[in-house]
């Protein structure tokens, strides 16, 4: 039972375009949400987090969208740099500062030139 | 070096084996994971620790084995390997009562012959 998921294995998206990465989840206790970026043979690293609180939260060229409703957030990347190629990974929490988060299978991000 | 560190790298045994997997971290963090990622599962819990001698299972606990005696160390033993267990190991840290942003080791990964 997939909690939280990243229905596109993979994208492909040319330089200087916007990128849209999406995670859905089904556990309405979920009340946190974080995207890590993963590059090859290395660990994953947090990028941006938002709360249900909030739909929106922006971090220079990344900006994250909630909407609670349909159990749905996205992670925007404009404009896309090569150095975005990476796996991105969605991961939701019942509350802030549970510690323990459930990951969506992730999303591989190809960034041509 | 501060940070997070994992040892092995890159292991490979064999079936009905013992291994362990080392974490170490330098920043006296409180909570400490062990996650594995597989492609089409993401990354999945196997065990936690809040403290030394604090442990708790995760998502996917069977045929492992956590201790922590020390804040620093969190060793993460496969009693007797399974090829199931084949995958890539995370170790990852993060401190109490912060925003969920988990710290993750390098990784290291396991092949189980």
């Known amino acids: 039972d997939q909690q939280v998921k990243q229905n596109s294995p993979s994208l492909s998206v040319q330089e200087g375009r916007i990128s849209i990465l999406n995670c859905d989840y089904t556990?309405?206790?979920?009340?946190?949400f974080l995207w890590y970026k993963k590059y090859p043979a290395e660990g994953p690293t947090f990028l941006i987090s938002?709360?249900?609180?909030?739909d929106k939260n922006e971090d220079g060229r990344f900006t994250v969208f909630l909407n609670k409703s349909a159990k749905h957030l996205s992670l925007h990347i404009v404009p896309s740099q090569p150095g975005d190629s990476a796996v991105y990974f969605c991961?939701?929490?019942?509350?802030?500062?549970?510690?323990?988060?459930?990951f969506g299978q992730g999303t591989r991000l190809t960034i041509n030139p | 070096d501060a940070g997070i560190t994992q040892s092995p790298r890159y292991k490979i045994t064999e079936t009905g084996r013992q291994v362990t997997l080392m974490c170490h971290q330098t920043?006296?963090?409180?909570?400490m994971f062990w996650y594995r990622q597989d492609l089409g599962h993401g990354l999945r819990l196997i065990y936690y620790?809040?403290?030394?001698?604090?442990?708790d299972k995760g998502e996917v606990p069977d045929g492992y084995v956590v201790s922590r005696s020390k804040t620093e160390n969190f060793p993460l033993t496969l009693e007797s390997a399974t090829r199931s267990q084949t995958s890539v190991y995370f170790c990852?840290?993060?401190?109490?009562?912060?925003?969920?942003?988990?710290?993750f080791g390098p990784g290291t990964r396991l092949t189980v012959l």
């Open positions: 991961a939701a929490t019942p509350l802030k500062g549970a510690q323990k988060l459930v």
């Open positions: 556990n309405s206790m979920f009340d946190y």
């Open positions: 938002i709360s249900s609180i909030k």
């Open positions: 920043w006296s963090h409180s909570y």
């Open positions: 620790s809040a403290a030394a001698d604090i442990t």
């Open positions: 990852a840290s993060n401190e109490d009562n912060t925003y969920n942003e988990q710290f």
